[in-house]
Protein backbone atom coordinates (compact mmCIF):
# COMPACT_ATOMS: atom_id res chain seq x y z
CA UNK A 1 0.00 0.00 0.00
CA UNK A 2 1.31 3.41 -0.81
CA UNK A 3 1.82 6.24 1.44
CA UNK A 4 -0.35 8.32 0.23
CA UNK A 5 -3.21 5.47 0.23
CA UNK A 6 -2.66 4.58 3.87
CA UNK A 7 -2.84 8.33 4.85
CA UNK A 8 -6.00 8.67 3.15
CA UNK A 9 -7.52 5.81 4.97
CA UNK A 10 -6.22 7.18 8.23
CA UNK A 11 -7.91 10.41 7.39
CA UNK A 12 -11.07 8.21 6.46
CA UNK A 13 -11.13 6.83 9.48
CA UNK A 14 -10.28 10.00 12.00
CA UNK A 15 -13.37 11.71 10.06
CA UNK A 16 -15.98 8.51 10.42
CA UNK A 17 -14.76 8.97 14.31
CA UNK A 18 -15.18 11.88 15.09
CA UNK A 19 -19.29 12.55 12.80
CA UNK A 20 -19.63 9.65 15.12
CA UNK A 21 -18.73 11.53 17.99
CA UNK A 22 -20.32 14.92 16.96
CA UNK A 23 -24.01 12.50 16.45
CA UNK A 24 -23.10 11.25 20.19
CA UNK A 25 -22.42 14.92 21.58
CA UNK A 26 -25.51 16.77 19.57
CA UNK A 27 -28.00 14.01 20.67
CA UNK A 28 -27.02 14.42 24.18
CA UNK A 29 -27.51 18.10 24.80
CA UNK A 30 -31.31 17.81 23.51
CA UNK A 31 -34.04 16.64 26.17
CA UNK A 32 -33.22 13.15 27.51
CA UNK A 33 -35.57 10.21 26.64
CA UNK A 34 -38.53 9.45 28.81
CA UNK A 35 -37.63 6.55 30.70
CA UNK A 36 -39.39 3.62 30.17
CA UNK A 37 -41.75 3.63 33.33
CA UNK A 38 -42.40 7.31 32.89
CA UNK A 39 -43.55 6.39 29.36
CA UNK A 40 -46.02 3.50 30.77
CA UNK A 41 -47.72 5.75 32.56
CA UNK A 42 -47.87 8.36 30.94
CA UNK A 43 -48.94 6.25 27.54
CA UNK A 44 -51.87 4.59 30.48
CA UNK A 45 -53.07 8.11 31.69
CA UNK A 46 -52.41 10.59 29.40
CA UNK A 47 -51.39 10.31 25.99
CA UNK A 48 -54.79 9.46 24.94
CA UNK A 49 -55.78 13.24 24.86
CA UNK A 50 -52.63 14.33 24.51
CA UNK A 51 -51.25 13.30 21.38
CA UNK A 52 -51.03 14.48 17.69
CA UNK A 53 -53.85 13.03 16.40
CA UNK A 54 -56.08 13.64 19.50
CA UNK A 55 -59.56 14.55 18.89
CA UNK A 56 -59.37 16.42 22.00
CA UNK A 57 -58.10 19.74 20.60
CA UNK A 58 -57.71 21.49 24.14
CA UNK A 59 -55.98 18.64 25.39
CA UNK A 60 -53.48 18.38 22.32
CA UNK A 61 -53.06 22.18 22.29
CA UNK A 62 -52.20 22.25 25.80
CA UNK A 63 -49.83 19.80 25.32
CA UNK A 64 -49.02 17.12 23.07
CA UNK A 65 -47.16 14.35 24.56
CA UNK A 66 -46.01 12.51 21.86
CA UNK A 67 -43.74 15.11 20.65
CA UNK A 68 -42.98 16.37 23.69
CA UNK A 69 -39.46 15.11 24.08
CA UNK A 70 -38.37 17.47 20.98
CA UNK A 71 -39.32 20.75 22.57
CA UNK A 72 -37.04 23.18 22.78
CA UNK A 73 -35.08 23.80 26.33
CA UNK A 74 -37.52 26.63 27.78
CA UNK A 75 -40.34 25.15 26.44
CA UNK A 76 -39.70 21.40 27.71
CA UNK A 77 -39.05 22.99 31.40
CA UNK A 78 -42.37 24.67 31.06
CA UNK A 79 -44.13 21.28 29.97
CA UNK A 80 -42.40 19.68 32.93
CA UNK A 81 -43.87 22.43 35.04
CA UNK A 82 -47.22 22.34 34.33
CA UNK A 83 -47.31 18.58 34.14
CA UNK A 84 -45.86 18.73 38.03
CA UNK A 85 -48.51 21.45 39.26
CA UNK A 86 -51.43 19.32 37.32
CA UNK A 87 -50.42 16.51 39.12
CA UNK A 88 -50.08 18.32 42.67
CA UNK A 89 -53.11 19.51 42.14
CA UNK A 90 -55.07 16.00 40.92
CA UNK A 91 -56.43 17.92 38.02
CA UNK A 92 -55.03 15.64 35.35
CA UNK A 93 -56.47 12.89 34.16
CA UNK A 94 -59.51 15.44 34.18
CA UNK A 95 -62.30 13.86 37.28
CA UNK A 96 -65.09 13.60 34.53
CA UNK A 97 -62.92 11.21 32.54
CA UNK A 98 -62.10 9.01 35.37
CA UNK A 99 -65.54 8.48 36.42
CA UNK A 100 -65.88 6.62 32.82
CA UNK A 101 -61.97 5.09 32.89
CA UNK A 102 -61.46 4.69 36.83
CA UNK A 103 -58.73 2.01 35.65
CA UNK A 104 -56.50 4.86 34.06
CA UNK A 105 -56.49 6.63 37.73
CA UNK A 106 -52.83 7.25 38.82
CA UNK A 107 -51.63 5.21 42.14
CA UNK A 108 -50.01 7.20 44.31
CA UNK A 109 -46.63 5.09 42.87
CA UNK A 110 -47.22 6.36 39.61
CA UNK A 111 -47.95 9.73 40.68
CA UNK A 112 -44.48 10.15 42.38
CA UNK A 113 -42.51 8.89 39.83
CA UNK A 114 -44.18 11.17 37.08
CA UNK A 115 -44.01 13.76 39.70
CA UNK A 116 -39.65 13.21 40.47
CA UNK A 117 -39.29 12.38 36.89
CA UNK A 118 -40.74 15.71 35.80
CA UNK A 119 -39.01 18.30 38.37
CA UNK A 120 -35.66 16.02 38.07
CA UNK A 121 -35.85 16.47 34.30
CA UNK A 122 -36.58 20.37 34.86
CA UNK A 123 -33.91 21.23 37.24
CA UNK A 124 -31.11 19.39 34.86
CA UNK A 125 -32.69 21.31 31.89
CA UNK A 126 -32.03 24.59 33.66
CA UNK A 127 -28.38 23.70 34.88
C1 LIG B 1 -59.59 12.95 29.05
C2 LIG B 1 -58.55 13.67 28.44
C3 LIG B 1 -57.30 13.99 29.24
C4 LIG B 1 -56.44 13.11 29.86
C5 LIG B 1 -56.54 11.62 29.95
C6 LIG B 1 -55.35 13.92 30.40
N1 LIG B 1 -55.56 15.25 30.10
FE1 LIG B 1 -54.30 16.80 30.52
N2 LIG B 1 -55.61 18.11 29.64
C7 LIG B 1 -56.82 17.78 29.08
C8 LIG B 1 -57.46 18.99 28.58
C9 LIG B 1 -58.82 19.04 27.89
C10 LIG B 1 -56.60 20.06 28.88
C11 LIG B 1 -56.75 21.53 28.53
C12 LIG B 1 -57.86 22.20 29.22
C13 LIG B 1 -57.61 22.38 30.66
O1 LIG B 1 -56.63 23.06 31.03
O2 LIG B 1 -58.43 21.86 31.46
C14 LIG B 1 -55.44 19.48 29.55
C15 LIG B 1 -54.35 20.20 29.99
C16 LIG B 1 -53.20 19.67 30.52
C17 LIG B 1 -52.02 20.42 30.87
C18 LIG B 1 -51.84 21.91 30.69
C19 LIG B 1 -52.37 22.58 31.91
C20 LIG B 1 -52.49 24.05 31.73
O3 LIG B 1 -52.52 24.73 32.76
O4 LIG B 1 -52.58 24.51 30.59
C21 LIG B 1 -51.13 19.54 31.38
C22 LIG B 1 -49.72 19.85 31.87
C23 LIG B 1 -51.74 18.23 31.37
N3 LIG B 1 -53.02 18.34 30.83
C24 LIG B 1 -51.15 17.07 31.83
C25 LIG B 1 -51.75 15.83 31.83
C26 LIG B 1 -51.14 14.63 32.41
C27 LIG B 1 -49.77 14.61 33.07
C28 LIG B 1 -52.00 13.61 32.21
C29 LIG B 1 -51.86 12.19 32.66
C30 LIG B 1 -51.51 11.94 34.03
C31 LIG B 1 -53.17 14.15 31.52
N4 LIG B 1 -52.98 15.49 31.32
C32 LIG B 1 -54.28 13.41 31.11
C33 LIG B 1 -57.32 16.49 28.93
C34 LIG B 1 -56.73 15.34 29.40
Redesign the pocket.
Known amino acids: MSKKSVFMIAVLFLFTAYSVNATVISSESKAPAMPDNVKA ?2 E ?7 NTD ?1 K ?8 D ?1 KTMESLSKPKMIH ?1 LK ?6 EEN ?4 A ?3 EK ?1 PD ?1 K ?1 TDA ?2 KI ?1 LDW ?1 SNEAKSLMK
Open positions: IIKSCIGCHSNDKAKEALMAEIGETLEMPPKFLFKLEKLA
